[in-house]
């Protein structure tokens, strides 16, 4: 079964390939975001895609809150996570 971390470092992975071929600032700031966060939560401890990416959305919901980003951009940002976990 998958770590934590190793679906943190292949979700990773995919946001800087994103990142690599953003064409807008925008874009860029989504995608630092969400590797910022991720390398945050890389350490905890668990396993299973499923279960990381249940944990993870848990806490950039409440980080996004809690830094008042604004509404256009929280939904990007999650719009990027969806994105990035199917």
Known sequence: MITFAERSDALSEQL???EHQADDGDQLFYCA???????????????????????FETELKA??????????DQDAILELWQKVTK
Request: net charge negative; charged share 25%; no cysteine.
């Open 63 to 72: 980080t996004l809150t809690a830094e008042g980003v604004t509404g256009k």
């Open 16 to 18: 800087r390939e994103l």
């Open 33 to 55: 975001y969400l590797l910022g966060l991720l390398g945050l939560h890389s350490a905890a401890e668990g396993e299973g895609t499923e279960e990381f990416d249940a944990y």
